[in-house]
């Protein structure tokens, strides 16, 4: 199995995995992961904004008591169970504190420190660190990314250690009394080791916190010949790739919960302003031109919900058909999470869309009530913290999705020849003719069709030159991403049979169709001329025909935000 097979498959038609879907057992721990971030978070928010390592360790502890950093570890944390679904509820919940900083913080400690020592650490390894992780009461710090060139080591005199040197940032989840990660160049092998602060030979350079680029503490480490046995080797020697990656895309799904969250968290706080601010003497909620702008948070927000959830699934399953052998459990997680890796860079990418515009719509609606000279500084503040979400561990490079696609045309692996065959005098279909959503179902496949011979022109006349293009290559990524949003969106939907769901999905659809079709339209005139352009432009015109959805987009808008009215919070 791969992924992007959403590209080839039927629209709207698969059983994904929805938030309504959720256990009881998960839907309790959203709920306690909600209250902790409501009543602990919060209140704290001010002090993790300046930094204060203290109130990040107690909150720490406080998380580790209530079960919610050892969700990934089985007793006796013998094997891993990655639960994907369980750690996107749990990152989403937590988005209601209100705090950028401690998002962060949690995705340090369980991405980035907690989830590669389990899978690679052994028993011996386990046993001398990992308690003290998972109870919250020691942190521990990873080397910055880039300075992973700054750490050299050789092995002892004895055979039984490597002396390491240099100097490099690391970054924290608290201020550091535990353990460290330095990744370490051996004889030109990447290698991850860790090894307790104290150390001798360890120093922290500059004991006052810094801020690192996505929010987090930082603190620069120098290393004076220290001498760390090999038994704390993580994974191997040369493994320091491997243990990187290792839960890349969990993180990526994570990581696009909290922006769900914080979606969430910027259409509450604009709807309380608007239907207490007052204009004229009318709430500003009720102007047509603020019903677009919740309406349009709300298109985003459930897309991106819709998709979180359905890669989620994805992973999850995947991981739990690994066998859990456990000597071999790192190379199979790894091997089951890349499955869907562009589902997972799709989400990411998506999401940061999705963040910037519910700021934006957000801050529309604050400051429509304020003087020119009054704008709102404690918004603008949040907004610039809303940043590190985006900030986190890299951006995904949009260029890369279609990089994916053209890998997995030419090795077969995504049957994207065969369904250009089987599309030829093909008309669309979905044989889901009586649903409501039947309309959408149709033009989506003809998207998808359009698309994929938008992909095959290009390779055709660029071949692997296709990648040097690259204002093609990243219109074609918008057209998976789009593609990927409304089916999921589709899928949902239709699972749920629910009026006002199948209007935010209409509304959805009706702006997406008329882009992508405009998106195409701009990659024909750069891929042909002559004839063949005009034979291009005669199919793509023809298509848009019965692809463009004929509706009254802002009526609709309209009613999906009075029910977001009639709710007073979001609730889809």
């Avoid at 891993?80 to 900083?101: D, H, K, Q, R």
């Avoid at 400051?367 to 603008?380: F, G, V």
């Avoid at 940043?387 to 949009?398: I, K």
Wanted: hydrophobic share 35%; with cysteine.
């Amino acid at each position: 199995n791969t992924g992007g097979r959403f590209l080839t498959n039927r629209s709207g038609v698969e059983n994904i995995l929805t938030r309504e879907k959720l256990s009881d057992e998960q839907r309790n721990m959203q709920q306690t992961a909600t209250d902790f971030a409501l009543n602990e978070i919060a209140p704290n928010s001010p002090a993790l904004r300046a930094l204060n390592a203290n109130t990040a360790g107690d909150l720490l502890k406080r998380t580790a008591d209530l079960g919610l950093l050892a969700i990934d570890v089985q007793d006796g944390y013998d094997l891993v169970c990655l639960n994907s679904i369980s750690s996107a509820t749990i990152a989403e919940s937590f988005a209601a504190g209100n705090s950028p900083e401690f998002d962060s913080i949690l995705a340090t400690q369980t991405e980035n420190l907690l989830a590669p020592l389990i899978l690679y650490s052994n028993p011996e390894q386990k046993n001398s660190f990992l308690n003290h992780l998972l109870s919250g009461s020691t942190s521990a710090a990873y080397q910055i990314a880039s300075d992973r060139q700054n750490l050299k080591a050789h092995l002892s005199s004895d055979n039984n250690a490597y002396i390491v040197s240099g100097s490099a940032r690391f970054i924290s989840s608290a201020k550091i009394n535990g353990f460290i990660l330095p990744y370490v160049n051996i004889d030109g092998k990447e290698t991850v080791l860790f090894t307790p602060l104290d150390e001798h030979g360890i120093k922290i350079i500059d004991d006052n916190l810094q801020r690192s680029q996505d929010g987090l503490f930082c603190n620069e480490i120098e290393f004076s010949e220290v001498r760390i046995p090999i038994k704390q080797v993580l994974h191997s020697l040369g493994g320091g790739k491997a243990v990187l990656n290792s839960t890349r895309n969990l993180g990526e799904v994570k990581r696009s919960a909290t922006i769900l969250g914080h979606c969430k968290q910027n259409i509450n706080q604009a709807l309380q302003h608007a239907l207490e601010s007052r204009r004229f003497s009318r709430a500003i909620a009720h102007y047509n031109l603020t019903k677009g702008k919740f309406a349009d948070m709300v298109l985003h927000t459930y897309a991106l919900d819709s998709m979180v959830y359905r890669t989620a699934g994805y992973l999850n399953q995947s991981i739990m058909r690994t066998p859990g052998n456990e000597t071999t459990i790192h190379e199979e997680v790894l091997q089951a999470s890349e499955q869907f890796s562009i589902e997972c860079a799709i989400i990411k990418l998506f999401g940061i869309e999705a963040l910037y515009a519910t700021i934006e719509a957000r801050r529309t609606v604050h400051n429509s009530t304020l003087p020119l000279d009054q704008k709102n500084e404690a918004q603008q503040l949040q907004d610039d913290r809303l940043e590190f979400l985006l900030n986190s561990n890299g951006r995904t490079d949009r260029l890369q999705v279609t990089e994916y696609f053209l890998e997995k045309t030419l090795i077969d692996e995504l049957p994207l020849r065969e369904r250009i065959r089987q599309m030829q005098g093909e008309q669309p279909t979905t044989s889901q003719s009586n649903s409501p959503l039947a309309a959408e179902m149709e033009a989506l496949e003809i998207a998808k069709q359009l698309t994929i011979y938008l992909f095959n022109q290009a390779l055709v006349k660029l071949g692997k030159d296709l990648l040097n293009q690259q204002q093609v290559v990243e219109l074609l990524s918008n057209l998976f991403i789009d593609i990927y949003a409304m089916d999921s969106c589709l899928c949902r939907a239709r699972q749920q049979q629910n009026s006002v769901h199948n209007k935010i999905v209409k509304a959805f659809c009706v702006e997406r169709i008329l882009d992508i079709g405009h998106r195409i339209e701009l990659a024909l005139y750069n891929l042909f001329e002559g004839s063949r352009l005009e034979k291009a432009l005669g199919k793509l015109y023809s298509s848009k025909e019965k692809m463009n959805l004929k509706y009254n987009v802002f009526k609709l808008k309209q009613e999906i935000a009075e029910h977001l009215y009639s709710n007073n919070t979001y609730c889809y």
